[in-house]
């Protein structure tokens, strides 16, 4: 009796969690939607990419504060056509953030390896193909989970090979992920890593990289890692209904232990933003003017970030690191002043 009074407290905390978590994310992801609209100077193809893991993770948000919020659950959960959707909405969100959180960090490291054969190359013409792909698979894996959905007073999942097939190609599309990312660090730090220590030496490399983008895109690679080895064991589990049936009648505690997963997923969406948008010089200014004009201290926030408008649009300097531009010498009587890659 004891053990089943500390699962349902348990429980009630991790849907407390999922709740505010989602409501945190849903609220970020949609002040970060309105910010991106007001960057001017962005890359298309990388606002692009931005935007969509925004829409996911917003609708994520959502989806899990909708159905984990106390008062809203009854009527959330006890209807048959609103159990498909909520299935269907939440893996879809949830696929479609693992592919374009995969994307984006696949960007940055090219844009750091190639640099200008990257850039030449990538044009919002093949951006929106990458993205439709995605979506579309992510789409597919939604409806394929909602199909094996049956609703007899809650939301039960029952066996299908549909589920079994398409979570083994995830689970080894995840591996995968994994792997080329430890590779992608580590031929990162074997090309850079003696200059990543002296900003010095690091200008002196004839691509021009800043130390702080090279430690930004080992940071994301290790993040994108994490997240990933976080989200296997879940979707492992969930892949095989019976077992997960059989582990939680034996185990109370598995029920609880899977919502985790789902925090993980919400905690993803607040971090992204942090790993792939404020590292933008615009998107920082944005952030800055869209605060209340209120007391003294956002009074000198605004005065700031206008000011740095005003120099960002002016002299054409932008970089995803925390200085704008980098000053190089005059090479055959260019003028001393160059602008950052764009990446």
């Given at each position: 009796m004891t053990l089943n009074n500390k699962t349902v407290a348990d429980d009630r905390v991790m849907d407390?969690?999922?709740s505010s978590i989602g409501l945190l994310s849903f609220g970020e992801n949609l002040y970060l939607f309105i910010i991106l609209q007001r960057c001017k100077r962005l890359p298309l193809q990388i606002k692009l990419l931005i935007l969509s893991i925004t829409v996911s993770d917003s609708v994520l948000g959502a989806n899990c504060f909708l159905l984990y919020c106390r008062p809203l659950t009854d009527y959330f959960l006890r209807q048959d056509m609103l159990c498909w959707i909520r299935q269907s909405v939440f893996w879809t969100t949830v696929?479609?953030?693992?592919?374009?959180?995969?994307?984006?960090?696949?960007?940055?490291?090219l844009s750091l390896?190639?640099?200008?054969?990257?850039?030449?190359?990538?044009?919002?013409?093949?951006?929106?193909?990458?993205?439709?792909i995605v979506w579309t698979l992510a789409i597919i894996f939604g409806i394929s989970k909602s199909a094996d959905v049956n609703f007899v007073g809650n939301c039960v999942q029952t066996d299908g090979w549909s589920t079994h097939i398409m979570y083994s190609g995830i689970a080894a599309l995840c591996f995968s992920i994994i792997l080329s990312s430890f590779?992608?660090?580590c031929c990162i730090?074997?090309?850079?890593?003696?200059?990543?220590?002296s900003i010095t030496d690091l200008m002196k490399e004839s691509h021009h990289i800043v130390a702080a983008e090279?430690?930004?895109?080992?940071?994301?690679?290790?993040?994108?890692?994490?997240?990933?080895?976080?989200?296997?064991?879940g979707i492992v589990c969930t892949s095989v209904p019976d077992v997960l049936l059989d582990l939680?009648?034996?185990?109370?505690?598995?029920?609880t232990s899977l919502k985790s997963m789902k925090v993980l997923f919400l905690i993803n969406g607040i971090l992204n933003p942090f790993l792939y948008v404020w590292r933008f010089k615009e998107c920082s200014i944005?952030?800055?003017?869209?605060?209340?004009?209120?007391?003294d201290w956002c009074r000198s926030l605004h005065e700031e970030a206008t000011r740095e408008r005003v120099y960002l649009y002016a002299s054409y300097l932008e970089s995803p690191t925390t200085s704008s531009s980098y000053i190089r010498a005059p090479e055959n009587g260019e003028s001393g002043i160059q602008s950052a890659m764009d990446i």
């Open positions: 407390q969690t999922l696929m479609a953030s693992i592919f374009l959180m995969t994307l984006l960090s696949l960007d940055r490291c390896t190639l640099v200008m054969k990257y850039q030449s190359r990538i044009d919002v013409w093949i951006t929106s193909l990458v993205l439709v590779f992608v660090i730090l074997k090309r850079y890593g003696p200059s990543v220590i090279v430690r930004a895109v080992v940071r994301m690679h290790l993040i994108t890692i994490v997240f990933l080895l976080c989200y296997i064991p939680g009648n034996k185990y109370p505690s598995v029920v944005n952030a800055r003017l869209l605060l209340p004009s209120w007391g």
